[in-house]
Structure formats: structure tokens, C-alpha cells
């Protein structure tokens, strides 16, 4: 009698990338859906724009790789770059921009380098890094609060009609970075009407749903504490610094954390495993400076949000800061490395 | 969505990474019995760590129960002993327990049924009496050598020590792999034997005291154990550790254990620390105290594959064959697989014989076996490393060792893996990691060996070039020191005295020839 063979072990955990991908994916829809009740519907329509233009992408470059496309497509990576960068392209942009920065990631950031596991950037911020240069005006304009309808959403992202200037306007991270920058005090700035509670009208919520999806991908084990403590505490540490500084100029640390794509960025965009740190150690040594670094970025810096290029840039010293925070080896003396 | 098994990170006072496993729902110590004998016994030369002893029987011959089939002629070598009495019916190539069909140098030996014994030099319940020298002869020359999987004769283990004292004896009764019970079942069948193995190794080894390993969730050996060290020395000491694999790993139980890391390159002897398999302690309790050679071990037969899960004390050379039909036969068997489900290895049949290092047989059904989805790209989650023992980077193993890099897996320190399968187990791309890093690490032992070689070659040439080269050198400068000579000479022509005085020597010389004649 012959026996099947088989190398050990004979038994798995059952954890499983595309799992884990779907999970995460499933953790961002509180986020949406609060998107979507402030903002309108055309986060819904980035989104689906982005997802068919990153599938379409992967698959384009699978045929010309030879390599079965499906099979590549079902692992879910594609769609999750898709989705997040959706959620950083300002609702009402016409739909060629968020397919430009979609393809962009996949082709560029993510399967030029060797695909998914050999990226060396985050593809989703490659593709909004690469917008924001490209289509600086698409990529700041905001709807305001309640205003875009589906009417608004069929012409101005499918149709590409520019939205009235009525319906958008520049974010409260913008707004404040620009308004300091003519001479205003906070003050001021906070006073205008599209100020919520903490960091803009609309804005906080969304931080919040995206908080609780993080919370929830954190508890089933799908991302760990390391990255997203790491970096809220080191923007709200850079933050409370300088607002005890001068609290006239430089914003709190509650509004940092829920403006822009701080949360967001903290636990679904520098918590991508192949372009972060390895390592434990590691990862608070690399999701720290992403904080400290989006911070720099929004306060000195020339563009709406730091987080995209924290992340690049942290991107890029992932392999150093790996290399340095090697965990000592069980037998190995304490000195080496 | 099913959701994932937790992984709790290392404790204080814990061995780093490591699993928490379930067992299977099949008790196989519920039924512990002798194996029954079989036709033919298949007796491996080779079940130590080292060299095979000389063959001292001829085909045909008759041999007793415990008979020496081969002897030592140096310390690398261990002899085996007849596992029953009969007639040997073959000298060659028998089939070996290895998943690539591998066959090795054996006895075929046909039992007569008798079980005569052959007359033993027994130490007996006075052995402490006796110089540990003693008592560590004895257990070479009756074969005992580590029945937990590596085999390393345990007489040259308590010597490795050297001139350094041993301050601990640990007896590692923790079987941390799902499925493998034949420690517990040893414990449970004979706790006093491995009782009196420990204490008999305490005194062969000279250490100060005795830490007996086991995990919490085996309460019946821990109860078996407790009642049989009521009566035991008092240096004796019952350790229960929590059940977490790899827990019965050496070096992970000597880390949980004493707190204690064995430097790379080193072991644990070298630290103070003996640490030998309870099937180990019990054989050397009974080749000391009753003379009986090394022929038996413990043997888990279980699975779904398999009718009645149990344990069977199988004399070594028992083909699974036969302890899988005492175990009442397969039952929709997929996968035959030689120790547990982590690191165990697959039959590709079952004609193969007992050895000392087959502690368990799985008869693996479609329950036992997960089927993994293909493999996909390796996303650095950092799993694997979160879980190894050895605090290892896997990820970064893997990427070295893929594509053959030895000397990047060298310095990721492939050498410190413990081919534990922790980190196959949780990776989510289904990467066969255990299997690369197996595989990575016979290259790297075969590329040393062949560097040791090809280096000790080459030093052998230059050394002969250099000595080739220093004697051209010599004889040109004595032909240029006489050239000089010569030449600075007032007539550089030989002078003809010095003609004729050659002259004269050459004639007195045949002159003296011809006498000699």
C-alpha cells in the first residue's frame, strides 16, 4: 500500500492572506458609510471607478507576465489598494483621476516592482502621491457637508462637469494651513461655519467609524497594536508639544488626530505588512515616524495632508530600520548585528 | 468566517514564540499493551547518533533474547541487541524508516517464539555503590541512547561533560506534539521504572538534582508520576510546564525551565545541564538494574486512520505494518506519517521497521490532514516570526533560502532554526517554510562539508607547491653560490692542480673499488 506524501507540518493555523485582506476590506465599511452620509454618494462611485480601473490594471499586467490572472485578482490586494485609495480622492473629482491614480498603483507602485510581497511603496499612496502632483486642483476641492447629491455625483464624476463652486471647498487641514499662513490665529480659523466639534464638520465622524473598523480588525488578530499606537501617539506627542507651545498657531492634538487620514493612515495604510517594518520594534520604530512625520509635513509643508508622504518616505526606510531592529537570535551573543 | 486561533505572545519565565495546539479527540492511552511478536524483526546496525558497531552474527546463526548483533570497537559506536530470541535469517539491506525509500544495513532475524535470555552483568538496586564510570559502561554496552528522536548514546552524553560538574538532570517527559502519547503512556504503564531510570541516571551523571518535565494537561502521568516519586529520592522533582509547543524542544525546556540559553554552537552539558527523553530514563533504569539491553520502545499508533488509537511497547524492528494491524488496521487512511503532525514525516509505505527514533505513527485520515490552498507571495505580515522559538525572522529566511542563498541564510542564522514548523503553521500565504528551511539546511551542511574538503585539498597542494618551490630555490642557490665561487676565483679556468688532484681521487677510488673485490 503507497501513502500520499507530504512535507510537514500536516496541520495549519488556517489564517489566510485573502482572508485577511477581506477582513480588512469588511473594516472599512463603517467608514464609508459615514463618508457617504456627509459627503454624498460619490465616495461610492471613486470607489467603484477605482476598484474596476486597479482589476482591469492587474489583470493587464498578469496577461503580459503570463500568469493567470484570476488567480492573482483573488487574493484581494488589488481591490484593497483600490478602495483606500478612493477614500483619499475628494468625492467629486471626475472619475479619470482616481482611474489614472488606480492603474497608476497597480501597474507602477505595485507589479513594476515584482507584485504583491515585493512593492517597496504603498501602492495606494504612490497613486495618491502621483495624483496630488499631477491634478493638484481635482485633489483639494471638497464637497461641503450635505451638499452633493446623487444628481451632483452623476455630473461632476462620471460626466467630469466641474462641480459649482458652491458645493466644494478646500479641507479643514487646508483650510487652517492656509488661513495661519495669511496671518490668521486658530481662533479665527476655528470660527468659520465648516468647523465641526474637533477638525472640520463631517470629518470627525468618518474618524471615528474608521477608528472602530481599526478596533475591530485589531481584535481578531488581522493587524497588530504596534503601528497604529505608534503613530497616533507620536503625531498627537508632535502635535501637544508645539500647541502648548503657541496654541494660537499650531492646532491641537485632538484636531490632528481627527482631521484628514490620520486614522485612516493608522491602522489600514501604514499597517501594509510588505512596505512597513518587520519586526515589532520595528514597526513602532517606523509608524512613529510616520506620525512625527505627518505632522512636519501638515504644518510646514505645502500639501492638504502629511500622511501620504510620511508614509513614502517611512516606505523607503523600512529596510534600514529592519535591518537595525533585528530581534537578538536565541544562543547568539548580545553584541552582534 | 471562521475565525483564526489566537496567538498569545511569549511570557516571562517562557520559551519565546511557540503555539498553542489541540489535541486530538483520541485517547491511544487508553489501550497500552505489549506488541504483539512479529513474524520477522528488521534490526537497524545504525539507532544511535554515530557509527554502526562491527556485525558479530552469521546467517543462520541462533541468537538469544538481548545477544549483542554487533560491538563497539569505539566510543562513536553503540552496539544493537537481539530483540528477541531465533535464527538470523538475513545480513543486508533492510528498509528504513525515511520518506525517500531509503534502505539501510540491518538483521533480519526470525523469532522462535522462545524469548530465551541471554545471561546479562546486571548492576542491580546497588548501583549506587558502584563509581558512575561504571554505570555509564554499562549503559554503552547495553545500547541505550536517547529514545526522544535523536538518538545520542547517553553514556558519551554524560561524558561530553568532561571535567565539568553536571548540576542538573532534566527528564523530559513533555510531548508538546498533538498525537504523540508514548511518554505518557511509558509513565503510565511504569512510572516507578522511569522513576528508578531517573534516579539511576543521577548517580551515572553525578548531578546535584533531577527535574522530570511535564505538561499540565496530561493530569493521569502527573498523578502516576507524584505517587511514584513519593518513594523516590528526594532530589527528584516533578516540573509541570504549560502545554505549549514546542515545549518538549530542548532548548525551549531548558529556557522555560531554568531560565536558561545554551550559547549556538554549544550544548547544554556544556552549561551544567544533562537532559535526556523519560523513554530514555527508563531504559537506562532497566539496563542498569536489571541488565536488560536497550531492545523495546514505546510506540504511538493512532489517527483516524487507524481502528483503535493505542500504544505499543513494540520491540525495535517491529514493522508498522504489524502495529498498525494490532492497533485493529486502517480505516480510510490518507497519510502515513512517522512522529507528530508538526514535524513528522511521510510514509510512503508501511514496510518499514521500528527504531529507536519512531516514537509515533499516525495513520492520518481526511480529520487528521488539513489540504492547503496554493501557495502565494510572502506579505512580510511578521506571523512567523512572532511565533518562532528561536526568535528567527523567517521571512527573511525564506527569502534567502528560495533562491539559494546560503550565505544571506547563514547570516540570518539558519543554523539556530529547530525545524518546529511553527512559523509553516501560521503563515497565511501557505508558504511550505519548514520544508525550504529543511531543505536550506542540508545544502548548507553539505556545501560546508564539501568546503572543509575542497579547503583541506587545497592546503595540501600549496603546502606541497611551497615545498616543490623552497627546494628549486636551494639548489639554484647552491649552483649560484658555486658559480661565484668559481668565477671570484683569481683564474676563473680550474686550475690544473686542481685537475690533477681530481684526477688522483677518481683513480684512488677505483683503486679501493677493485680491492673491495
Not at chain 2, 159 to 186: K, M, Q, S, W
Not at chain 2, 338 to 355: E, F, I
Not at chain 2, 457 to 470: G, I, M, S
Amino acid at each position: 500500500m503507497r501513502f500520499d506524501t507530504a512535507t510537514a507540518p500536516h496541520v495549519t493555523g488556517h489564517r489566510d492572506s485573502a482572508a485577511l485582506m477581506r477582513e480588512v476590506l469588511l473594516a472599512l465599511v463603517p467608514g464609508i458609510a459615514v463618508n457617504a452620509w456627509w459627503f454624498g454618494p460619490g465616495v461610492l462611485a471613486q470607489i467603484l471607478v477605482a476598484s474596476a480601473s486597479a482589476l482591469a490594471a492587474e489583470a493587464c499586467v498578469c496577461l503580459a507576465r503570463r500568469r493567470p490572472p484570476l488567480a492573482t485578482l483573488a487574493d484581494c490586494s488589488a481591490l484593497l489598494c483600490a478602495w483606500l485609495l478612493a477614500l483619499c480622492v475628494p468625492p467629486l473629482a471626475p472619475w479619470w483621476v482616481v482611474a489614472t491614480g488606480s492603474a497608476f498603483a497597480i501597474v507602477v507602485a505595485k507589479q513594476l516592482f515584482g507584485g504583491l510581497g515585493a512593492n517597496v511603496f504603498n501602492p495606494a499612496m504612490a497613486g495618491y502621491a502621483a495624483l496630488l502632483v499631477s491634478f493638484p486642483l481635482h485633489m483639494t476641492q471638497w464637497p461641503q457637508p450635505g451638499a452633493a447629491g446623487l444628481a451632483e455625483v452623476w455630473s461632476a464624476v462620471l460626466l467630469a462637469a466641474p462641480p459649482p463652486d458652491t458645493l466644494t471647498g478646500a479641507t479643514a487641514l487646508d483650510t487652517v494651513r492656509t488661513r495661519l499662513g495669511l496671518g490668521e490665529g486658530l481662533a479665527q480659523v476655528y470660527a468659520a461655519p465648516a468647523f465641526g466639534r474637533a477638525a472640520g464638520a463631517g470629518w470627525e465622524w468618518v474618524a471615528l467609524a474608521y477608528l472602530g473598523g481599526g478596533l475591530w480588525l485589531l481584535g481578531r488578530g488581522a493587524i497588530r497594536w504596534h503601528i497604529p499606537v505608534a503613530m497616533l501617539l507620536a503625531l498627537a506627542a508632535c502635535a501637544a508639544l508645539f500647541h502648548l507651545l503657541d496654541p494660537q498657531r499650531y492646532a491641537s492634538p485632538l484636531f490632528h488626530l481627527a482631521a484628514g487620514a490620520s486614522v485612516l493612515g493608522a491602522f489600514f495604510i501604514a499597517t501594509d505588512p510588505v512596505t512597513a517594518a518587520a519586526s515589532p520594534s520595528g514597526r513602532l520604530v517606523f509608524a512613529a515616524g510616520v506620525g512625527a512625520l505627518t505632522y512636519v509635513i501638515r504644518t510646514w509643508g505645502g500639501y492638504p495632508d502629511g500622511v501620504a508622504f510620511a508614509v513614502l518616505l517611512m516606505n523607503s526606510a523600512a529596510p534600514a530600520i529592519d535591518h537595525f531592529t533585528r530581534p537578538r537570535v536565541y544562543g547568539s551573543g548580545r553584541d552582534r548585528r | 468566517m471562521t475565525r483564526p486561533p489566537a496567538f498569545a505572545p511569549a511570557r516571562p519565565g517562557r520559551f519565546d514564540g511557540g503555539l498553542r495546539l489541540t489535541r486530538p479527540p483520541l485517547d491511544a492511552c487508553a489501550h497500552i499493551a505489549p506488541a504483539p511478536l512479529p513474524e520477522r524483526l528488521f534490526v537497524a546496525l545504525r539507532q544511535h547518533a554515530g557509527q554502526a558497531g562491527e556485525l558479530r552474527v552469521r546467517v543462520g546463526e541462533r541468537v538469544l533474547l538481548g545477544q549483542a548483533l554487533t560491538r563497539a570497537r569505539n566510543p562513536d559506536e553503540l552496539p544493537v541487541h537481539a530483540p528477541a530470541s531465533g535464527h538470523i535469517e538475513a545480513l543486508g539491506d533492510i528498509a528504513a524508516p525515511h520518506p525517500g525509500d531509503l534502505r539501510e544495513p540491518g538483521v533480519t532475524l526470525r523469532p522462535d517464539g522462545l524469548d530465551e535470555r541471554a545471561p546479562d552483568a546486571v548492576v542491580g538496586p546497588a548501583f549506587r555503590e558502584r563509581e558512575p564510570a561504571h554505570l555509564q559502561a554499562a549503559l554503552a554496552a547495553l545500547g541505550v541512547a536517547g529514545l526522544g528522536g535523536a538518538g545520542f548514546p547517553t553514556a558519551r552524553k554524560i561524558a561530553a561533560a568532561g571535567e565539568r560538574t553536571l548540576h542538573t538532570l532534566v527528564v523530559n517527559a513533555a510531548e508538546c506534539e498533538p498525537y504523540i502519547t508514548c511518554d505518557e503512556a511509558l509513565i503510565l504503564r511504569d512510572a516507578t521504572g522511569v522513576v528508578a531510570g531517573c534516579e539511576v541516571l543521577l548517580h551515572a551523571s553525578g548531578a546535584r538534582r533531577c527535574l522530570i518535565a511535564v505538561e499540565d494537561d496530561r493530569p493521569r502521568a502527573i498523578g502516576a508520576l507524584r505517587e511514584a516519586l513519593a518513594a523516590a529520592d528526594d532530589r527528584l522533582e516533578l516540573a509541570v510546564q504549560p502545554a505549549r509547543y514546542p515545549a518538549g524542544g530542548e532548548l525551549q525546556l531548558l529556557q522555560a525551565l531554568l531560565g536558561m540559553e545554551i550559547p549556538a554552537g554549544t550544548r547544554p552539558v556544556a552549561a551544567g545541564v544533562l537532559c535526556v527523553n523519560a523513554a530514555t530514563a527508563h531504559a537506562a533504569g532497566r539496563a542498569v538494574l536489571h541488565g536488560e539491553p536497550s531492545t523495546t520502545r514505546m510506540v504511538t499508533v493512532t489517527g483516524h486512520g487507524v481502528a483503535r488509537p493505542c500504544n505499543l511497547l513494540a520491540r525495535l524492528g517491529t514493522p508498522v505494518a504489524d502495529l498498525i494491524a494490532t492497533a485493529g488496521g486502517y480505516r480510510d487512511v490518507r497519510r502515513l506519517i512517522l512522529g507528530g503532525p508538526m514535524m513528522g514525516v511521510a510514509l510512503p509505505h508501511d514496510q518499514v521497521p521500528v527504531t529507536r527514533a519512531v516514537n509515533c505513527i499516525i495513520a492520518a485520515g481526511d480529520a487528521d490532514l488539513d489540504t492547503l490552498p496554493g501557495e502565494q507571495p510572502c506579505i512580510r505580515c511578521g506571523e512567523c516570526a512572532s511565533v518562532c522559538p528561536a526568535r528567527l525572522q523567517p521571512q527573511v529566511l525564506f527569502a534567502a533560502a528560495r533562491v539559494d542563498d546560503l550565505e544571506a541564510a547563514r547570516a540570518a542564522d539558519l543554523e539556530q532554526c529547530i525545524e518546529c514548523g511553527c512559523c509553516a503553521y501560521v503563515c497565511p500565504s501557505h508558504i511550505p517554510l519548514l520544508a525550504h528551511f529543511r531543505h536550506a539546511r542540508s545544502a548548507a551542511r553539505e556545501s560546508a562539508r564539501a568546503g572543509t574538503t575542497a579547503a583541506r585539498a587545497r592546503e595540501r597542494f600549496l603546502a606541497r607547491e611551497a615545498r616543490l618551490e623552497a627546494q628549486r630555490r636551494a639548489r639554484d642557490r647552491q649552483l649560484a653560490e658555486r658559480e661565484t665561487r668559481l668565477r671570484d676565483a683569481p683564474d676563473a679556468k680550474p686550475r690544473v692542480s686542481e685537475v690533477r688532484a681530481a684526477v688522483a681521487r677518481a683513480r684512488r677510488r677505483r683503486a679501493e673499488r677493485a680491492r673491495g673485490q
